[in-house]
């Protein structure tokens, strides 16, 4: 959505997004990314340029991406809650199932989470660069552990989780900071 201060109007600029967790904005202003969580991918929105308007795949991804914030060494970080699963992208691929399921007396993030931790899979933080290619991967190295935010800052990047009371702390290789 788009909110004119003047006119004190919001539009939509984009639906049927399949669950959109977490944007950032490029650094020069001309386009937005978009986490695009059940179809793995991050979109791009185009602000300027002769693309104004326009969306486009950005990347498409080996996990669930959950928030994505710019990097100061330049790109953008994703976390990844975990990796794609076979049955969650079948899931995924009917619509009714995702639906039925949502009706159910039952947390489905909480049920997916389970499962992760029972297959092993632990959560990603990618860095991207501007033009959607994988510049670093760092593995939560904590089976069952999800990514949900990832931070960089002064050299060290900072690591959050929906499923911990507390943020990671990696220090990241050749950073300057």
Not at 17 to 46: H, M, P, Q, V
Not at 149 to 165: F, N, Q
Request: hydrophobic share 40%; aromatic share 10%.
């Amino acid at each position: 959505m788009k909110y004119d201060p003047q006119s004190k109007q919001v539009s939509l600029l984009l639906n049927n997004l399949s669950f959109a967790n977490g944007i950032a904005l490029s650094k020069g202003n001309d386009y937005i990314l978009i986490a695009e969580t059940n179809n793995c991918r991050i979109l791009r929105y185009w602000l300027e340029t002769s693309k104004a308007g326009t969306l486009e795949v950005f990347v498409d991804l080996l996990g669930f991406p959950d928030n994505i914030k710019r990097s100061p060494r330049g790109g953008f970080w994703v976390g990844i809650y975990s990796r794609r699963d076979k049955l969650v992208q079948w899931i995924l691929s009917y619509p009714w199932i995702g639906r039925t399921l949502l009706k159910l007396p039952l947390d489905i993030t909480k049920v997916y989470s389970y499962l992760a931790k029972l297959k092993g899979s632990s959560g990603l933080a990618i860095r991207l660069s501007d033009e959607g290619d994988v510049l670093e991967i760092v593995e939560s190295g904590t089976k069952g552990r999800s990514i949900s935010d990832v931070e960089e800052r002064d050299g060290v990047l900072w690591v959050g989780s929906i499923e911990t009371p507390f943020a990671g702390k990696y220090h990241i290789l050749g950073a300057q900071g």
